[in-house]
């Protein structure tokens, strides 16, 4: 079985631009959660989805926002991106909202120039 | 709110010596703690979990946890490092009440041949 894919591997954007990464979960997997892990740090937590709902988000600002699609794949949006927003962006998906059996995919890349 | 802190972010071990990384967690309710591993632009990896059952807890590639309570630790060991072992390890706390996980801050393994 396929994990957890996510798109775009890297990805470079200038200061003040809108990005866009998605996020398909492993088959039968109805939740998914995306965490931003900055150079040397651990991943911090920014939304969680189950059923298309909101299930939890952490302590970010508006300008990021997600959705997740009937599919159960998720997208991430971030707005008027900062140099601070560079990082990994991890995805993971589990059976419920019950998180303690997440996996997670490889990560997509973001440099803010 | 919960807490998980890694007690070294850099830990050098020879080859076949004993691995020890260091997790504290800081709970008001017994909670699911993990070990993630992560290899150069990588996600992350389960290595165990600990969701109130045993206390000590077996996972993959020889890697074991033990859940002190009184102590509110759950360090990870392994008896022999191996050169496939050098990786960033992350801990991380989550429910049973508040799904979102909190990670640490990471440790670097490296192993010497």
């Known amino acids: 079985d396929a994990g957890v894919t996510q798109s775009p591997t890297h990805l470079i954007k200038t200061r003040g631009q809108h990005v866009t990464l998605r996020c398909s979960p492993i088959?039968?997997?109805?939740?998914v959660s995306w965490y931003q892990q900055v150079l040397g740090q651990g991943p911090q937590f920014i939304f969680q989805?189950?059923?298309?709902?909101?299930?939890g988000r952490g302590n970010f600002p508006d300008r990021f926002s997600a959705r997740q699609f009937p599919n159960y794949s998720s997208e991430l949006n971030v707005n008027a991106l900062l140099l601070g927003d560079s990082a990994l962006y991890l995805c993971?998906?589990?059976?419920?909202?019950?998180?303690?059996?997440?996996?997670f995919g490889p990560g997509t890349r973001l440099t803010v120039t | 709110a919960q807490s998980v802190t890694q007690l070294g972010s850099h830990v050098s071990v020879s080859e076949g010596a004993l691995v020890l990384l260091r997790c504290n967690y800081s709970s008001s309710v017994p909670p699911y703690l993990f070990w993630y591993v992560q290899y150069p632009n990588q996600g992350l990896q389960l290595l165990l979990k600990y969701t109130s059952a045993a206390t000590l807890v077996k996972g993959i590639n020889g890697f074991e946890a033990e859940f002190k309570k009184s102590e509110t630790s759950f360090h990870l060991t392994k008896p022999s490092a191996h050169m496939s072992d050098a990786a960033e390890y992350f801990c991380?706390?989550?429910?049973?009440?508040?799904?979102?996980?909190?990670f640490g801050t990471g440790t670097s393994l490296t192993v010497i041949p």
């Open positions: 088959s039968g997997h109805k939740s």
């Open positions: 991380a706390v989550s429910g049973p009440v508040d799904n979102q996980f909190y």
């Open positions: 989805y189950y059923e298309k709902e909101e299930r």
């Open positions: 993971a998906s589990s059976l419920e909202t019950q998180t303690y059996e997440q996996y």
